[in-house]
């Protein structure tokens, strides 16, 4: 019996064993590396919003003031979330060159990388809209008749049926929407910038989101066939009777005139 006893396994060897099996299948890794993974994200999203800090205080503090939470000359960005700051920095308006009706677009001055940076300080002040994916801004598979009609119910007013922009009150504007990155689109549609509502998911759900970005791909970009010639805005019978009107005519009456004066000096001679 005392050697039967003597033969027992340690009560640790069937530990060993679970161990062995586990390192041999990948099992340590999986029980191991979402934590390290996890931690690795978060040091990294910790260092971008310390580098988006530094680069708030030297270009926006002084407008936005120095914890975001506006100043006269410009608003609180305390819950405006990172996609505000991707569309306004990202398209160049922000930082403002001087106060005005309307910040215009103009050419951008920090990196893509910087954006995101800027993007994550700001976000880090309050909850907001985020930067879309590229499969949320993807026009592939998109319902572009459906799109039209959203477009022609809710933006068409100020940006035109086709998205060649307008003017509005006490010199605002709506921007042309021709070549816009759809990214842009989707953001500025999630945000409402400046004179812009804002449309967020619970309002328009992505889907139809993606619809108008499809749309407005098809009737006003680089890639889309105007077959009738000039589109003159796209603004239909109205600018093209005006363009006959005032070209057409005009030049009627140039061939007018000129006829008239060499008959005159037809007759003298």
């Known amino acids: 019996m005392k050697k039967l006893s003597a033969r027992r396994r340690h009560p640790?060897?069937?530990?060993?064993v679970l161990l062995l099996a586990l390192a041999a299948t990948g099992g340590l890794y999986a029980a191991f590396a979402p934590a390290s993974k996890a931690q690795a994200d978060d040091t990294a999203q910790s260092l971008a919003i310390d580098e988006g800090k530094k680069l708030y205080s030297v270009g926006c503090a002084s407008c936005h003031g120095t914890g975001g939470q506006g100043t006269t000359d410009g608003p609180s960005l305390v819950g405006v979330g990172s996609a505000a700051v991707d569309f306004q920095v990202g398209t160049g308006r922000m930082p403002a060159q001087q106060p005005g009706a309307q910040v215009?677009?103009?050419?951008?001055?920090?990196?893509?990388?910087?954006?995101?940076?800027?993007?994550?300080y700001v976000a880090s002040l309050g909850a907001g809209p985020i930067v879309p994916t590229k499969d949320q801004v993807s026009p592939d598979g998109a319902d572009i008749a459906k799109g039209g009609e959203l477009f022609r119910t809710n933006c068409a007013q100020c940006h035109n049926f086709t998205g060649e922009g307008g003017a509005l009150t006490k010199g605002k504007y709506a921007p042309s929407l021709e070549d816009v990155d759809p990214k842009h689109v989707y953001e500025a549609m999630q945000t409402g910038p400046q004179n812009m509502p804002?449309?967020?998911?619970?309002?328009?759900?992505?889907?139809?989101?993606r619809d108008i970005i499809a749309y407005i791909k098809t009737v006003n970009s680089a890639e889309s066939e105007t077959p009738g010639g000039l589109k003159l805005g796209g603004l239909g019978p109205v600018s093209e009777g005006l363009f006959a009107w005032i070209f057409g005519l005009g030049a009627l009456i140039a061939v007018a005139v000129w006829v008239a004066a060499h008959t005159a000096k037809a007759k003298k001679s």
């Open 12 to 16: 640790l060897a069937a530990v060993v």
């Open 104 to 120: 215009p677009k103009k050419k951008v001055i920090y990196s893509q990388a910087e954006i995101d940076q800027l993007a994550a």
């Open 198 to 209: 804002s449309f967020p998911d619970t309002t328009m759900p992505e889907q139809q989101k």
